[in-house]
């Protein structure tokens, strides 16, 4: 059997921990040569859901470049998202909760959020929290456990989330600037370490 798949250079510093690795790939809309990545990366004690982008040229990667190593960062192997979609001039990308719980209410840690950037990876001057220092100003919604699907309709101008909740909790949102979710306050889901009734 022929393997016609042919290597396009090493992904740098993926940091491979429980959910974690290489976690999205997405083509710009706006350059056919630039791919984004996100991927969880090691930072000290901490792993980090991390957005990168690259150039793609000749079936080979180069100009490797971290736009936002997010502060997320826990010692679990759990929930790092992450999903990269596009709208007319932003980038999205989702960050799960780290599986630490009080991060998805917690509005200086980028876990638990959406984040709306600049291609560049910059705060988008409209998002929601970018006058308040306290705040990370890259959050576009929050209170989420660990979007993993997400997808801009361009022709309706929304953004569209899959979060899986626990047991029975999963969610599909649409996705307002600036608005809350609910995790962990509110979830349709019950604990994992509950019983389990029949048929369940």
């Known amino acids: 059997m022929t393997n016609h798949y042919q290597p396009i250079g090493l992904?740098?510093?993926?940091?491979?921990?429980?959910?974690?690795?290489l976690l999205d790939i997405a083509v710009s809309p706006f350059d056919r040569k630039t791919i984004y990545i996100?991927?969880?990366k090691a930072t000290g004690k901490a792993i980090e859901t991390?957005?990168?982008?690259?150039?793609?040229?000749?079936n080979q990667l180069s100009s490797w470049q971290d736009l936002l190593v997010t502060y997320s960062g826990s010692d679990t192997g759990r929930h790092f998202g992450s999903r990269i979609?596009?709208?007319s001039q932003h980038l999205?990308?989702?960050?799960?909760?780290?599986?630490?719980?009080?991060?998805?209410?917690?509005?200086?840690?980028?876990?638990?959020?959406?984040?709306r950037?600049?291609?560049?990876?910059?705060?988008?001057?409209?998002?929601?929290?970018?006058?308040?220092e306290k705040k990370r100003q890259e959050i576009w919604s929050y209170g989420h456990r660990n979007p993993q699907g997400l997808f801009f309709d361009l022709e309706q101008q929304q953004l569209w989330s899959i979060e899986h909740g626990p047991r029975g909790g999963d969610e599909i949102n649409l996705i307002t600037q600036g608005a809350n979710y609910?995790?962990?306050?509110?979830s349709h889901g019950k604990e994992y370490w509950g019983p389990?009734?029949?048929?369940?």
């Open 85 to 87: 979609t596009f709208d």
């Open 38 to 40: 996100t991927y969880s």
């Open 117 to 132: 950037v600049q291609i560049n990876g910059h705060p988008s001057a409209q998002n929601p929290f970018i006058d308040d």
């Open 92 to 115: 999205y990308f989702s960050v799960g909760d780290r599986g630490v719980r009080e991060n998805g209410q917690n509005l200086t840690t980028h876990a638990g959020s959406i984040l």
């Open 50 to 58: 991390t957005l990168a982008s690259a150039r793609y040229e000749n």
């Open 11 to 21: 992904v740098p510093n993926v940091h491979v921990s429980g959910q974690g690795g």
């Open 196 to 200: 389990i009734a029949v048929g369940e």
């Open 182 to 186: 609910g995790w962990p306050v509110t």
